[in-house]
């Protein structure tokens, strides 16, 4: 762009010199004090200068369009995936204290806001050379006046910083009101079936519009004040190029061709000194979103757990007991003093069920999030078969578990692709065919259900498995933990929205599970080789009654352990009376259950 202008001057010099055969004699004028040579140029060799050098400005500005489409598109994928990343490594106690919302946005709107900033920084930069080069132009054709433009505008872009500091202030009020605009949404599309039902959607409305009205007026408030700002700047360019134009005829007395370039000079830098300053503004109010996602990330890498070196084990399958050892723990949130596990000591013998009953808040939960490493015990330890479950080993651990909970999730997918997530990254996916996906749906009590849906395993199942019941839901999700053939299975609540005679037979394939009976039509590489270890966390009798070991919780206490039928065999125990009055709330326990 440089070049076309310096080529203005002899086409303009020919222009106004036409008696000399519309040629001009380099050798006859100067650049920057020195002697240009010799040669003689005439206008068709000047103008056919000036169409190359455009039609080469045409060819690199395209590369540079896909360069810089390639640079921001890396730069945007890095920073989201960073931030996935941080996520997915972050410690579970950690993550619970964030609103999901938050997390979902910084890997959402924010990202496309960085991309904006990372443009505009580009763009910014691009500016700034360009005005460079302009100056050198002008700069060799008159010194006072390129001094008297450029300062100028840079005074104009200083006593504009008020303006850039509102800008500022401006993106974190965006920022602020996005970020709870879009936990307003998250909330609202996630209770709709609750709201719907209460006929509670006008609350969630009302917030969303007062939202968006704070929005509004935040943002014309903005657009109020940066008007006055273009207003000045605008003005102030008027101010700037009349007093250019007067100086350089009365005082400086420019050759024409001179006058022209350099008007033609005024004429690109002013805009790009605007375009600077609004540029500068929508940079500091996108920043905000750089800053908010870098911090969000140091955050959750400061609070990660240790990185999965090796799929080596670190852990061998549980042979002995998965033992908790004077376990206390305390909720990162809760009060001071308040401890959710107090001196918990228990043991889960392998190939066994064990069962943790207790009333709702009593801990159980928490239990198992520990016996999984979710979550880190404040003091005491977990043990498998005596070795310590430490920060280095938790991952490794991990590969023995499987685990359902009462709120089962499911992606946004097939019945097969939901099954197959579940397997472990040690096993070969490829090798889990139709045969064992029907058999561990089989074992779930799932099988009929499915193989009666028009594509079976190959049917959506709706966001979060909308499109099933909540008791076709468990289902998948316990065929799921099924086809991972683990070493230690952890039920929380999870046949909560079973029928009874599913659950009962749920409860027939944990027994047989624990004692290495179930798979037995499997072929020997597919049939589970040792019997599995069975957790379960809860309140019906039926996911009770088959429990080798009971432990009842309270208050984050352990009150009372032992074998089911010992306990049973005592209506004083806490697991007589609870099964007493699953039963018939009025009754006392006369004969405990048969084993």
Request: proline share 4%; net charge neutral; charged share 20%.
């Amino acid at each position: 762009e440089g070049a076309t202008i310096l080529l203005l001057l002899p086409i303009l010099y020919i222009a106004n010199n036409s008696g000399e055969g519309y040629a001009i004699n380099l050798g006859e004028h100067q650049f920057l004090g020195m002697a240009l040579p010799d040669i003689t140029l005439g206008l068709g060799t000047l103008l056919t200068g000036l169409v190359l050098v455009v039609a080469l400005q045409a060819v690199l500005s395209r590369y540079r369009s896909l360069y810089l489409a390639g640079l921001l598109a890396d730069f945007g994928n890095s920073t989201r995936a960073g931030l996935f990343r941080a996520v997915a490594a972050t410690r579970w106690d950690m993550l619970v204290r964030l609103r999901m919302s938050d997390l979902e946005h910084g890997l959402t709107g924010e990202i496309e806001r960085i991309q904006s900033a990372g443009f505009l920084a580009l763009s910014m930069l691009q500016a700034v050379v360009g005005m460079a080069v302009f100056f050198c132009i002008s700069f060799a054709i008159s010194l006072p006046m390129t001094l008297l433009a450029f300062g100028f505008g840079m005074v104009v872009i200083l006593l504009l910083a008020p303006f850039r500091r509102m800008a500022s202030g401006f993106g974190e009020k965006l920022m602020a009101n996005r970020n709870e605009q879009y936990a307003i949404v998250s909330q609202f599309l996630s209770g709709l079936k609750t709201a719907r039902s209460m006929n509670a959607e006008p609350v969630h409305i009302a917030r969303f519009e007062t939202n968006l009205e704070r929005t509004k007026n935040d943002s014309l408030e903005y657009a109020r004040r940066n008007g006055v700002g273009a207003g000045l700047f605008q003005v102030s360019t008027a101010m700037g190029a009349a007093l250019f134009v007067y100086i350089a005829l009365k005082v400086v007395q420019l050759d024409f061709s001179m006058m022209v370039v350099l008007l033609l000079i005024l004429m690109r830098v002013s805009p790009r000194f605007q375009q600077l300053q609004g540029q500068m503004q929508q940079f500091l109010i996108d920043q905000p979103a750089w800053a908010r996602v870098n911090s969000l990330r140091r955050d959750l890498e400061a609070e990660a757990e240790a990185p999965p070196a090796s799929l080596a084990p670190l852990f061998k399958r549980p042979a002995l007991a998965i033992t908790l050892d004077h376990v206390e723990y305390r909720h990162p949130m809760a009060e001071v003093g308040t401890i959710a596990i107090k001196d918990c000591s228990l043991r889960i013998p392998v190939g066994k069920v064990t069962a943790l009953i207790g009333a709702s808040g009593s801990g159980k939960s928490t239990i198992a999030d520990i016996i999984m490493g979710l979550i880190r015990p404040s003091s005491g330890t977990v043990r498998i078969d005596g070795h310590v479950l430490s920060d280095e080993t938790v991952r490794s651990w991990r590969e023995h578990l499987a685990y359902v909970p009462q709120e089962t999730f499911l992606m946004n997918d097939t019945i097969r692709a939901n099954m197959l997530a579940g397997i472990s990254a040690r096993h070969d996916v490829g090798t889990a065919d139709d045969a064992l996906l029907l058999k561990a749906l089989d074992m779930a009590a799932g099988r009929e259900f499915v193989m009666a849906l028009p594509e079976g395993l190959d049917t959506q199942v709706g966001d979060r498995g909308v499109l099933l019941s909540g008791g076709e839901r468990q289902r998948i999700a316990l065929a799921r933990a099924f086809l991972r053939r683990p070493s230690l299975l952890i039920l929380d609540e999870a046949t909560s929205a079973l029928d009874w005679e599913s659950q009962s037979k749920v409860a027939d394939t944990l027994k047989r599970l624990a004692a290495g009976e179930a798979g037995a039509n499997l072929s020997p590489a597919k049939r589970p080789s040792r019997r599995i270890t069975v957790l379960t966390i809860a309140h019906r009798p039926s996911m009770v009654a088959f429990a080798d070991v009971v432990h009842a919780i309270a208050d984050g206490r352990v009150i009372e352990s032992g074998l089911r039928l010992e306990l049973m065999a005592n209506e004083r125990t806490h697991l007589a009376r609870m099964m007493a009055s699953e039963v018939d709330p009025q009754a006392k326990p006369q004969v405990p259950l048969a084993g």
